[in-house]
Structures are given as structure tokens and as C-alpha cells.
Nanobody, 121 residues
């Protein structure tokens, strides 16, 4: 199971750090990703990290503001979000990659329950 946490209400320009704890299964050998879904919109890719941690991928909309990382010893994935904007408001999901294009949600087979991030203007 993947358990996402760390969401909340923050003012524009603020920061939050999301965590995704894995239990039962390790993700140390998998690409892990973060997606988000705003009300009335489709789930979209935010960031991904290879299992070595050496390669990261970001959506253009968050590049330079968000940082994905992980701690294999704690079996936890993180998303540091800085300079938050109202358009970042969404439910954020962590997921484990199963294969194919990392930017597509259909390429992930294990999902956390989501954590809500609300950015006020």
C-alpha cells in the first residue's frame, strides 16, 4: 500500500512537502511518480524518479518549483513543493510505475489514496 500525506491549505508562494510511505511492498527498484487531479480535470503527471534516484522528470508547470526525492531506508517518497500557486490546487497521488511511458497515469499500477493540496491566492 501507498499512503500519501502532507497536504493542506497554504497561501500562494508557500511551501509543502508531501510524503508517500510504502508498506507491504518496497518501491526501491521501481520508478515512482506523483500525479495530481484538480476538480473537473483529468489526472496529470507531476514528477517521477527512477529507482536509483539518479534521474528525475517534471511537468513543465512545476519544473524549478517542485523536487521529487525518496528515502529507500524509510521506504518513503517525497515531493517538496515551493512557490506554490493557486493552480497547483489538486489532490496529489503517489504511484508505482509498471511500465511504458512514465508521463501516463495508465503506466502506474499501485496508487496511494491521495492528499489534498489547496493553495489560496
Amino acid at each position: 500500500q501507498l499512503q500519501a500525506s502532507g497536504g493542506g491549505l497554504v497561501q500562494a508562494g508557500g511551501s509543502l512537502r508531501l510524503s508517500c510511505a510504502a508498506s507491504g511492498r518496497t518501491f526501491s527498484n521501481y520508478i515512482m511518480g506523483w500525479f495530481r487531479q484538480a476538480p473537473g480535470k483529468e489526472r496529470e503527471f507531476v514528477a517521477a524518479l527512477t529507482w536509483t534516484g539518479s534521474d528525475t522528470y517534471y511537468a513543465d508547470s512545476v519544473k524549478g518549483r517542485f523536487t521529487i526525492s525518496k528515502d529507500n531506508a524509510k521506504n518513503t517518497l517525497y515531493l517538496q513543493m515551493n512557490s506554490l500557486k493557486p493552480e497547483d490546487t489538486a489532490v496529489y497521488y503517489c504511484a508505482r510505475h509498471a511500465g511504458a511511458n512514465i508521463y501516463y497515469s495508465s503506466s502506474y499500477n499501485y496508487w496511494g489514496q491521495g492528499t489534498l493540496v489547496t493553495v489560496s491566492s
